[in-house]
């Protein structure tokens, strides 16, 4: 059977492996620095490129490979780059696409890291950087300069899941000349594939879903051969953000069962929504797949499941949300997400709480607000631990 007709469930368990002679059925975890040549010639020829073949782990290892072609596949793209973790993702990203003088557009709701990554490091070396409304195509749009190379989006946006349209942002970057970058963490390929809407390059912390169950750190680029597979690979190879070859396998296990995670994350996740929708110590809800969500009509055309994330608002500010978090005897209290374990998460005073109170306004992280990561337990248990503080519903 041709493995390009496989489909995504498919792909998700066979894509990319290749077996030793030894016949494993799972995949062989390579724990090697380096690889041996067969003479000199073969070494010259492979350090110069003109024959493939494993060189030093930094660079080439088989079980990051592995991991490599199936997320490749997965997404859709040529090329796949894994690294150490998400931020050294978007770090090779940003090292080797850009130069002094360009300028990065990036949206105002992404990974609290991603902002200080931008400002504080990218900054320094003659990158100009300013920020956009993830929702208003007309603020993106208006901070668009001749020299923009890249525009970074998250999409459903973190704490608060609000959406943009990964086709139009991708029309108006490509327009002016400009490339868009996808963090695709919180919906996976296995709910939205954003270079099959325009986008040019996908980064991931493979440390949320990918992995599933938060047991380790790691991240990946996909993208076309030329940008990726050259240019952010050239950076992997000489700045050596590389992937340890065994969490890339553990990262290979996670995508195994990614499909049914993912359905069953959107499913605990949609339930829970309509439940504190309807329960009255909270004021609002913030889902993608809820009726009232400013965005639910496009998340619906744009993803194929709405995510396991959900915040709320709960009546009474930070005492109360405190409450309800104090009040868990199973939830972890974590900033982590995208685990099997359900989270939950006060941003206002952790993950946001380096922003001034006007800049909390502007964002709209409330005091009251909590973000709970819905993981895989039963559903009404998740429900009976925040009842602890919530009340009845
Ligand atoms: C966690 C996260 C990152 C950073 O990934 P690490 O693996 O922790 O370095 C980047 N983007 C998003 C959306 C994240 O949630």
Redesign the pocket.
Known sequence: MDNNAWEFATLAIRAGHVRTAEGEHSEAIFPTSSFVFGSAAEAAARFGGSEPGNIYARFTNPTVRYFQERLAALEGGESCVATS??????LAVMLGLLKAGDHVLCSRS??G??TLLLQNYIGKFGVEISFADLTDLADWEAGLQSNTRLLFA?TPA?PLTEVVSIRELAELAHRNGSLLVI?N??CTPALQRPLELGADIV?H????YLDGQGRA???AIVGDAERVGKDVYGVLRTGGVSMSPFNAWIFLKGLETLSLRMKAHCDNAMQLAHWLEAHPAIGQVFYPGLAAHPQHELARQQQSGFGGIVSFIVRGGQEAAWKVIDSTRMLSITA???DAKSTITHPATTTHGRLSAEQKRQSGIADGLLRVSVGLENIQDIQRDLMQGLGEA
Do not use: P, Q, R
């Open positions: 973790s998400g931020m050294s993702a978007i992404v990974f890291t991603t998250e973190n963090d963490c919180f980064v912390s493979a440390t949320k750190l790691g991240g982590n997400l995208g």
